[in-house]
């Protein structure tokens, strides 16, 4: 099981938490993208996207390299792994949860079935 109350999980779940960086690690995940390219999507200053871009690697999901006088950024995806992990039995709980309902309709569905055929039959006599 994964460790809850990690540094690195917190930072994690805190970057994803903002619809601005899950788009930035999306785009970065067709290849790099300099700080200019990832901010020109969102009409923000390059200083509000340093801010996010900040958080990101902060959380360790991406990697910033200075080329020149040009930063470029590439995703890391290994501590989504922890996050997936954590999701996982989540989705594992739920999953189980719907297979249960789902067999609980189907076995409602065979007792209205009977129940219908019983009364046709009571209905031909």
């Known amino acids: 099981m994964v460790e809850l109350q990690t540094p690195q999980m917190n930072a994690v779940f805190h970057a994803l938490g903002d619809t601005t960086r899950r788009q930035m690690l999306h785009d970065l995940a067709s290849g790099e993208r300099t700080v200019s ?9 390059l200083a509000a996207a340093s801010k996010h871009i900040r958080v990101l690697e902060g959380a360790g999901l991406l990697r910033r390299e200075v080329r020149g006088r040009t930063h470029v950024c590439r995703l890391d995806p290994g501590p989504l792994a922890g996050a997936h992990e954590w999701l996982g039995f989540y989705e594992r709980f739920w999953n189980g949860r719907l297979d249960l309902l789902e067999q609980l309709l189907r076995d409602e569905d065979v007792v209205r079935a009977k129940a219908r055929k019983s009364k046709s039959r009571k209905g031909d006599e």
């Not at 390219?37 to 200053?45: R, Y």
């Open 37 to 45: 390219e990832l901010a020109k999507p969102f009409a923000m200053s």
